[in-house]
């Protein structure tokens, strides 16, 4: 790994565009388990907001993701990804929420119609 203060000028130079993504979080232990987000929405207008996602366990542990700093645009038929963290880990998941947000206090309330989704572990992509 990298320290933090100098991994951009190890990673900027290469040939290919570079993103580089950190599994640490504000809270102890402080790592963040990614997961990817892919989503198809069938809303004939085209929306745009932010999606957070709750996954729960067969046990009933639930874990809630921090909400994404950039809006995402939803279209009718087009694949969306979506990079989210949790704080902590669930093995076997068991049910999956999504909550849509515009973040606006004013103004109509919209509804994401959701068509196909998948949410893959980056963290252990075996599952």
């Known amino acids: 790994g990298y320290y933090a203060d100098r991994w951009k000028k190890l990673l900027i130079p290469k040939s290919s565009p570079t993103k580089a993504y950190f599994d ?17 929405t069938w809303n004939k207008s085209i929306r745009r907001g932010f999606i957070k996602v709750k996954i729960t366990d067969y046990a009933g542990n639930t874990v809630e993701s921090e909400m ?3 809006a995402s645009t ?9 990079l ?28 994401l119609r959701i068509l196909q989704m998948r949410l893959k572990s980056l963290t252990n992509p075996e599952r």
Do not use: A, W
């Open 84 to 111: 989210t963290g949790f704080y902590r880990d669930l093995d076997k998941i068991s049910k999956i929420s999504l909550t849509f947000s515009t973040k606006t206090l004013i103004g109509p309330k919209h509804k």
């Open 74 to 82: 939803f279209q009718q038929y087009k694949r969306v990804k979506i």
């Open 68 to 70: 994404n700093s950039e």
């Open 24 to 40: 640490t979080s504000d809270q102890d232990p402080f790592c963040m388990y990614n997961y990817l987000l892919d989503i198809t």
